[in-house]
């Protein structure tokens, strides 16, 4: 009998969860989500590899003919997103300011390597 009167309730109730992706759900705009170097900005020094908590950026060299004049080591950060955790701590150590942010979460892709590489180089071409 107790099951019923559960059962009947539960009839009547808003529902708890909702329909993803057809609904969506409501993101904070500061929260942070993905984020990339622009290169027009980076000076290749590092730093944010360096402090990356979980390791999740490494310093690539850039294409000879695509090394802007500022970045005289020709080295650009690449994140790893599905190693990052989001702490923002390569945003805010960046010396010039160089990271664009977003409040992107839906990152899932059928790729088993998500980064910023490509994100980032096509801040030169911009
Ligand atoms: S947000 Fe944090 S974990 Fe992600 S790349 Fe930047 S420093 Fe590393
Ligand atoms: S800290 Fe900023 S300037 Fe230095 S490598 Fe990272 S993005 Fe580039």
Known sequence: MRIAGEVLRNLFRKPATIQYPKQQTQIEPDARGRHFADLKKCIGCSLCAMDCPSKAIVMKKLP?????????????????????????????????????????????????VLTSEELSLSTLSR
């Open 64 to 112: 000879e003919d695509k090394k802007p004049p500022q970045n005289r080591r020709g080295l650009y950060p690449v994140i790893n997103y599905l190693n990052c955790i989001y702490c923002y701590r390569c945003v805010t150590i960046c010396p010039v300011k160089a990271y664009v942010t977003s409040s992107e979460y839906r990152l899932a892709t059928e790729s088993k």
